[in-house]
């Protein structure tokens, strides 16, 4: 994992660099039995892109709507909403009325994506490069007539104004040729439906892991199906 342009974000809570978090808040509230329990007063996680590099390519990974296992999650505890430290070994003693939760990606860590990737070339609009063109050797008029008069009357007509257009065209599509295409590649969520995961492991243990957990949802289907019978 990589931060784009080499920017990280900083994590809401404990503003640690990372490409991607997510954060909740609790408060632990009362009742008139004395009964306690955690309530959610603040929850977020961030949609920016991050960058995932392996050896010489790299693509941007948009974390929208995907099932994400992070690589670092912390808890803690404080007396304030928003806490007045980062988390520390200490951290996990439940001393304080808020808890908060951090999860995180953070730059390097090795990572498997299961998504679309979808590609995107941008080579520009042809007629605003035949356009820019066109400006350019207005600017030399001079040249341009000595090298589109051909009657030599000292001024460009109809007919000659039409070859100059073409002459751009073709100088236009040969440049576009002959530049670098910029390729935009960036996986996010299927659009057939199937699943979106992020997580801090290679590929075959993220494909293992799916498979124990459809086999366990299947036989807690089984379970229920029995019961209700």
Known sequence: AAAVNDKPLAAPLSSRPCVWWRYQVDQK???????????????????????????????????????????????????????????????????????????????????SVLGEL???????????????????????????????????NGRLDAAEWEAVRQAAEVESQSKTRDSRINRLNVISQPTNGEPFLVASMDDAHLVRRERLHAALFFVLGLFCIVICA
């Open 29 to 111: 509230t009362g009742n008139a039995k004395g009964e306690t329990r955690w309530e959610t007063i603040d929850s977020g996680r961030s949609i920016d892109l991050f960058v995932l590099a392996d050896g010489d390519d790299r693509c941007l990974v948009g974390p929208v709507n995907a099932e994400i296992t992070p690589t670092t999650c912390n808890v803690w505890y404080g007396a304030l909403p928003r806490p007045a430290r980062a988390p520390m070994s200490s951290a996990l003693l439940q001393d304080g009325d808020f808890r908060y939760t951090e999860e995180l990606l953070s730059t390097g860590d090795q990572l």
């Open 118 to 152: 979808r590609s995107h070339s941008e080579i520009g609009d042809p007629d605003d490069s035949v356009a820019a063109l066109l400006r350019q050797w207005k600017q030399d008029q001079k040249g341009l007539v000595a090298r589109f008069d051909k009657d030599h």
